[in-house]
């Protein structure tokens, strides 16, 4: 019966149960909670992210680990799995199933809406795809490989880490000088290619375009200042008073990775 399943996962002939839940937590040291089908924390998950909160990571990293593990145990919960006994096999079907699974976040709920894959030919903006995407698929192989090495630090968790790496290529990492280029490897197994992506850009006529309908120098010289500076959205709107610096003509903001002003 399990292994029935398993072929149907990854054939796309068979979802998920979306049991569980991704909660708030109870204070800034585990901002968000996994909890299983009756409302139990699931205390592994728990213990791994706060450790990740402990270095320093952000409450949105956490959550997005949270989603990817909670993710993961529904699958070893309907394969009926252990978390700690999990193996290759199961990082296999998880896989399988996202490669070929809908991703209920991409439903269209405009008739008129671009189809999925397609590219806004304004802006260089390509509508995501119906499934998920391989960076969606890897940073979960990243978050499941991390959460088992963290508990085998305590003996606890699966004897052998059920998510493959390039040994090669972290031998050569580990002792590269970022001085060098970074050497090209072979991905390790079940990691998805990443397509190369041109950088978008919008049309110099559209550009053009939009520019001449800004109704007052002050609204194009904004638009002007936020494409040039190359800040992100998030950034920009971040800023304050106390953050432009008008006599040297300099813009302050908050760097989303290292939040450093």
Excluded at 14 to 22: E, I, L
Excluded at 49 to 57: E, F, T, V
Excluded at 66 to 77: E, I, Q, V, Y
Excluded at 123 to 131: I, N, V
């Amino acid at each position: 019966m399990v292994e029935d399943v398993r072929r149907a996962l990854m054939e796309g002939q068979h979802s998920v149960p979306a049991v569980g839940s991704v909660v708030a937590g109870r204070g800034t040291d585990l901002p968000f909670v996994v909890v299983d089908r009756d409302g139990h924390e699931v205390k592994s998950v728990s213990a791994y992210l706060r450790d990740l909160m402990l270095g320093d990571a952000s409450p949105l990293t956490c959550r997005s680990y949270a989603f990817d593990l909670l993710r993961w145990h529904r699958l070893l919960w309907l394969l009926e799995t252990p978390w700690e006994k999990a193996t290759e096999a199961e990082v296999a079907v998880l896989v399988g199933w996202l490669r070929e699974a809908a991703n209920p976040q991409r439903r269209r709920r405009l008739p008129d809406s671009a189809p999925p894959g397609s590219v806004n030919l304004n802006t260089g903006k390509p509508s995501l795809r119906a499934g998920y995407a391989p960076r969606t698929i890897n940073h979960a192989l990243t978050v499941i490989g991390g959460y088992c090495r963290y508990h085998a630090r305590f003996g606890a968790g699966p004897v052998l880490n059920p998510v493959p790496v390039s040994a090669e290529r972290r031998r050569t990492l580990a002792h590269r000088s970022p001085l060098e280029p970074t050497p090209v490897f072979r991905r390790a197994r079940l990691r998805q290619r990443i397509p190369a992506q041109a950088p978008r850009a919008i049309p110099d006529h559209r550009w053009d375009e939009l520019f001449a309908v800004m109704g007052c120098d002050r609204d194009r010289a904004l638009l002007e200042f936020y494409v040039s500076s190359g800040a992100r959205a998030s950034e920009l709107l971040g800023i304050d008073l106390e953050d432009v610096d008008w006599a040297g003509q300099l813009v302050y903001v908050i760097s989303k990775g290292t939040r450093e002003r």
